[in-house]
């Protein structure tokens, strides 16, 4: 087994043991997974890139700072989780920006995306208008993280279309796999807690990470057109 096959052994296996550890509430098994997975999914970044960027290294870490902090003490505010996932989704532009190819979309394309936009901003609005009023006083907060993970997706979905680059799934996955972890956060926080929705949550957030470091790790190789048709 080589050392790729071996981390992502050890990465689908820390996600299961941290799953586990909050559905059963062993809390020490939850507390020692978080901070193995985030150094797991840290080391595929290291041992997998030709160039280890910081800017990499930092990003993957604020998303994984609010996790690790709730794990160790339990005592970060879901305000603070919200800034912090704002200041990571801000840097993401970043990649956006660096890698932008000019759009060139036919027909389908078209259709897809407005296809696809609509009904994300259906779903933005709707979780939106659910959880405004409980917010109270994180309202702007809260809106100004939706309206960030909104702009990513959609920017990243029209980068996919238009790109059709394994590097560019690999950005639309993450960001996607972002939306429902971070929907799914500020639903259970002001509308509707389930213990079913956390733990979701936790295999979404990890995928979402996995997915942003193979954008990282990825160069651009064209995908073939039999390979894609629409999404």
Known sequence: MNEGKLLKFIISFLVLLQVLGFVFQVSSLYKISVPLLFIAIASKYILESKKIK?????????????????????????????????????????????????????????????????????????????????????????????????????????????????????????????????FILLIDEFYLQSMELKAIRLICEPLALIFLVNYMITKYEYLKSEEFEGF
């Not at 609010?66 to 532009?93: A, C, D, N």
């Not at 702007?140 to 560019?168: C, D, P, T």
Request: charged share 10%; aromatic share 18%.
């Open 54 to 182: 910081p800017i990499n290294i930092l990003v993957l870490f604020l998303f994984f700072a609010s996790e690790l902090t709730q794990s160790i003490s339990g005592i970060i505010s879901i305000k603070h989780r919200m800034l912090i996932s704002i200041v990571g989704y801000l840097m993401l532009f970043y990649f956006l920006y660096n890698n932008h190819k000019s759009f060139r979309y036919n027909r389908r394309d078209v259709f897809t995306l407005v296809l696809g936009s609509s009904l994300y901003t259906v779903i933005f609005f709707i979780t939106y208008s659910v959880i405004r009023e409980p917010m109270q006083d994180l309202n702007v907060i809260g809106f100004v993280h939706l309206l960030l993970l909104y702009v990513l997706l959609i920017v990243g979905a029209m980068h996919y279309i238009n790109i059709r680059s394994e590097k560019s799934l690999w950005f639309f996955l993450a960001m996607l796999n972002f939306s429902f972890s971070d």
